[in-house]
């Protein structure tokens, strides 16, 4: 006697068959979702290191101090000065070292002013070892007091112009600031006698009747 032997699922109702059916199939569709989402996560982390590498470039180039009332004076030749307040912002104390104004100026130098005991005058002589700036506290560049000397010009620094100097700090950071350039009748600076700046010796921001005209610096 043949008999016909059925699966136990052919043996079920037909409306419970394909509740299995269902189930089995969100049961392999949920798996393909996880398998997915792994291989999303393992890409999203590979697409991560692209925007690290951005992120410490960044920090290379961040502002060091943060300048305000910044202006430099204007000047036909020989010399000018760049004024400002600087104040550190960070948690660690800043020296600023030195300045660069290669395409404006031949010397550029952080000056500070001194009294000379004998006449009773203020007199400006480089700055040695730079401006240190604790943390939140700001320094002042000001006319008659310390400040960032441009000398031997190499072009003319013209009112409404504005002018760039890169400054320099002890742990190799750079900064560059950009200032208008304004008329001023005021801060004739005068060396403490004996000063010698790129072989000169006591100066004065006036320039010499008989120098000639220097050609308009572009806006550097």
Same mark, same amino acid.
């Given at each position: 006697? !043949? ?6 699922a ?7 068959r ?12 949920? /798996?393909?979702? *996880? ?7 393992? %890409? ?8 690290? +590498? +951005? ?10 101090v943060?300048?305000s ?8 030749? !020989?010399? /000018?000065?760049?004024? @400002?307040?600087?104040?550190?912002? @960070? ?6 070292? %030195? ?7 031949? #010397?550029a130098?952080?000056?500070e /002013? #001194?009294? !000379?005991d004998?006449?009773?005058? /203020? ?18 560049l000001? &006319? @008659?007091?310390?400040?960032m ?6 072009? %003319?620094?013209?009112? @409404? *112009?504005?002018?760039t100097?890169?400054?320099?700090? !002890? ?9 208008? #350039? ?7 600076e005068?060396? %403490? ?10 100066? +004065?921001?006036?320039?010499? &009747?008989?120098? +000639? ?8």
């Amino acid at each position: 006697m !043949n008999m016909s032997i059925e699966t136990p699922a052919r043996s079920l109702p037909r409306p419970l068959r394909r509740g299995i059916t269902t189930l089995l199939a969100v049961g392999f569709a949920a /798996t393909a979702l *996880t398998g997915c989402a792994a291989d999303g996560n393992q %890409a999203s982390g590979e697409s991560q290191a692209p925007a690290a +590498s +951005s992120a410490e470039g960044n920090a290379a180039t961040e502002q060091v101090v943060e300048l305000s009332d910044g202006w430099a004076k204007a000047a036909d030749s !020989n010399m /000018t000065s760049v004024f @400002g307040s600087l104040k550190n912002t @960070g948690d660690q104390p800043v020296t600023l070292e %030195a300045i660069d104004a290669t395409d404006v100026a031949g #010397v550029a130098e952080l000056h500070e /002013t #001194v009294m !000379n005991d004998q006449t009773g005058a /203020t007199e400006m002589k480089r700055v040695e070892g730079g401006f240190e700036i604790a943390p939140g506290e700001t320094k002042t560049l000001e &006319p @008659g007091g310390d400040h960032m000397m441009l000398m031997e010009l190499q072009c %003319a620094v013209k009112s @409404g *112009t504005d002018l760039t100097v890169e400054l320099e700090f !002890n742990d190799d950071r750079t900064q560059q600031i950009t200032v208008p #350039v304004r008329d001023y009748a005021g801060a004739q600076e005068h060396y %403490a006698p004996g000063e010698e700046h790129s072989g000169h010796g006591e100066h +004065s921001e006036m320039p010499a &009747p008989e120098t +000639s005209a220097l050609p308009e610096c572009h806006e550097h």
